[in-house]
Every structure is written in structure tokens, then in C-alpha cells.
């Protein structure tokens, strides 16, 4: 059933030919439990994708198949509001001087085969400015926020669902997060100025380079392994990212500095071994051991770690106490593979309520 699952994902994306007789006898039991999987990792519309492809006699029967149809439209019609709602952001901030660009979301969306199949989140910027200045113009403009290191936080701030980013990702290492933020620093210039259009005519706005994306992408998603969790699409984002791949140099010379060479060869066994991609787009050899405890964190946290069993999971509403000694306790589990990660996490948890959250308040 897995490897059916990802066939057909490997369909939507464009890195698999039709195989007659794959989807055959499949019972309504045998679909609802694929689409189960398809929505634990936040794919349900790359799935229906893959599905739109397959002959008709293979597809899924009509009862279960119309439901679908509709999570699929509500996907779609989520995207067309987000694309506007982005480029009106992003219009707004070039009105007013600012330097930014729109990270990950309806961005790479226009990197899949049908854009608006890809499941949305919210708008991410990255506004390139001193701190102070960024968040004065926020506060002038939404008053108080929530805040942290990373960005500060406008859901349920008028109709937007915007996360305005200081910097687009951080380490927890002090030395590491320090290479990170000068890369970021010099690479900000060509960011703000890469435009791609829209769907539909949705409008236009900056979006990283594929030189950039390939580092930044693949830190979130290190990154998410910490904290919440990683799920399937942010792995599939990135490997529509890399079937773009020409010749991007000094990635994996970037990687190395960065610490996480390692992890970055447990996830091109994943996108080799489930996505099919060709050595040709990897820029390191695929480790299979990484790849296969990446993969099962993966499949066993779901989208952002919401299905996650294995440390009793909060309740609705629980405080940020409780949630920070969960993340702690959760990150324990990765001391065997990547120690360093593990032994700053506190530290910077610390540093990053003392001298960002408390003084916010």
C-alpha cells in the first residue's frame, strides 16, 4: 500500500510513467486508507493529483471518489486566496520601501505540475531590515504581537495569515546559526529581486533562488525535525525543487559548514527511494540508515508531528511551559543521531525567551 501511495504522488509531481494494472482491485477499504495517509501528511491534494492521472478503470469508485473531488476544489480555492492575499502583501511592502521576499509557500506551489493542488499554510516574509525597524513598522501597523527569534506573528490580525520573518531560519548552535545568518545576510540582495507570476493571474512576488532554496529548504526541514515534527510535503516540496536542478554550485560545500551534510544524505535516500529522483538532481550520496530513521519520524508524526503518539500528546490549550518540556523531552530521542542538535536546544530555548519573548511582553 505504501508503495502504491507514493506512486501515485510520484504521478502528480511528474517523476513516474503510468503502470497499467498498478491501482487494480484495490477495494473502497484499500483507497480510504491511502487517503488517510495522503491527509495525516497534509498531501490530499498532490494525491488526488495522482489520481486525476490514472485510467479510468483504476481509478476509485464513484462513492468514494466525489468526496474527494471536494477536498481537492476547497485545496484549490485555499490557494487562489492565498496567491491574491500574497501579492497583496507583497505589493503593500514595495509601496512602502521594504525589502522582502515570500518564503516557501505559494512560491513553491508554482514548482508542482498543478499549483493549486498543493496544500497551503500561511504567508511567510522575509523582511529585510534591521529587527528594530521591522518591528516598529508591524507594531505601527498591527499592535502588539506574538514574537520570537524567528519572526513575529499576524494570525488573527485583521484578515491575514502572515508571519513576518527577521531572517528566514535559524540553528540552535550559536557557532552554526552564525554562518547561517552572514549566508542569509549576503544572499538577501538576489532574493528580494526574484519574481515569478502567480496562477491565474493571481500577480507576482519574490521568491527565493533555486541556489537559495536548496539550502534554506533542506534547514527547515532539519529544523522541523526538532521542533514540531517533519511532514511528507515539506520532503515532496523539495523534491519538485530539485527536478529544477541544473548545476547549482557550492550547495554541498554550504551543507558542510552548516553541520548537516549527514542529514542531507539521509534525505536524498528519501527522495531517490521514494520520489524516484535521478542521482543526476542529488548533490550528495543518499545514506540509506539516515534516510530510514528520517523516513520512519516521517511517517510516524504526520504532517508537523500532530500524529505523534510516542510522547503523550498535549492537550488543547496546554501553556508554553508544558509545550517547551515536550519539545525537550521529544528532542531527546534524537541524541543518538545528531547529538549536537540535541545539547544546544536548551540553551537556546533559554537565551531565546530571556532576550526575545520576556522583554516583548
Known sequence: MLERFFYLIRLSIGTEEIRPGMMAALSAQDWLSLWILAKRQAMAGIFFGGIEKLPAEERPPREVL???????????????????????????????????????????????????????????????????????????????????????????????????????????????????????????????????????????????????????????????????GVGLRQVCDYAVLLIRREDTEGTSAMLRRLGLEDFARGLAWILMSCFHLPESKLYCTPDGRQGRFIFNEIMRSGNFGQYDARFNPLPQGAGKLRRACHKARRNFSFVRSYPGEVVWYLPFMAWETLCYKLPHR
Open 66 to 228: 466525489m468526496p474527494w473531488i471536494a477536498v481537492a476544489e476547497r485545496v484549490k480555492a485555499a490557494n487562489r486566496f492565498l496567491n491574491r492575499r500574497a501579492a497583496e502583501v507583497s505589493a503593500r511592502l514595495r509601496a512602502d520601501g521594504w525589502r522582502h521576499c515570500i518564503l516557501k509557500g505559494q512560491g513553491v506551489a508554482t514548482f508542482y505540475p498543478e499549483p493549486l493542488l498543493r496544500q497551503p499554510g500561511d504567508i511567510d516574509v522575509w523582511m529585510m531590515g534591521a529587527r528594530r525597524d521591522v518591528l516598529r513598522y508591524l507594531e505601527d501597523r498591527y499592535g502588539r504581537m506574538a514574537l520570537c527569534y524567528l519572526h513575529a506573528d499576524a494570525h488573527g490580525k485583521g484578515a491575514e495569515a502572515v508571519e513576518y520573518h527577521f531572517t528566514p531560519s535559524f540553528a540552535t548552535s550559536p557557532f552554526r546559526n552564525r554562518r547561517l545568518q552572514q549566508w542569509f545576510a549576503a544572499q538577501a540582495d538576489a532574493q528580494a529581486g526574484h519574481y515569478v507570476d502567480l496562477p491565474e493571474g493571481a500577480g507576482e512576488i519574490p521568491v527565493p533562488t533555486q541556489a537559495f532554496n536548496e539550502i534554506y529548504m533542506l534547514h527547515h526541514i532539519y529544523r522541523h525535525l526538532f521542533s514540531e
